[in-house]
């Protein structure tokens, strides 16, 4: 159940509709420099592969664990997800729900990003607004979702690889599975 949970969400936010990547498309970074480089040291021992908590693997009901959008607009990656952080019903800037790693060519992990993720029933009972963080609301992804999950909501950061379509946008062009 943990695993299905943590795969489901985490795919769930990475097939995000157009207009949720659309929403994240802001490549405004200034003033969250020195936030962003805070994010860069939290995850700074993860940048070749995950441990210790994000260890649970995302994987999508179809099977897929690197996400790139069927449409062209670019990849996400792989997946690892902190199941105890995703089911806590908070945010934390600090503590990403999910790591996003890069597959290389030999089969190395290099870590491009983190997921914000949290469920919308949980979120909505305590809060009247969306999340944000960095300036940035979260996207909320609905249930029915190719990840069978409910409602949640979702914010990437590419703190480690640049993405030329912003900072916060869902897909980075510069980002492949394979």
Known sequence: MRAVLAGGLATLCLVAVPSI???????????????????????ASYTSGPGEPWTTRVVD???????????GRGGMGIHFVDVGNLTD??????????LIYEPGPDGSLGLVA???????EAWDAAHARPPILYGQRFARVSA????????FYELHVWHEKANRNGTFNDWNPGVHCN
Request: charged share 20%; with cysteine.
């Open 89 to 98: 019903g908070e945010v934390d800037r600090l503590a990403p729900e999910a």
């Open 144 to 151: 029915g979702n190719r990840y069978g999950l409910p409602d």
């Open 61 to 71: 009901l179809a099977g897929i664990s690197c996400i790139e959008d069927p449409d």
């Open 21 to 43: 990547a659309a929403a994240h498309g802001s490549t405004q970074t200034h003033g969250h420099t020195a936030k962003l480089a805070e994010l860069r040291g939290v995850t």
């Open 114 to 120: 983190v997921e914000y993720l949290v469920f919308a």
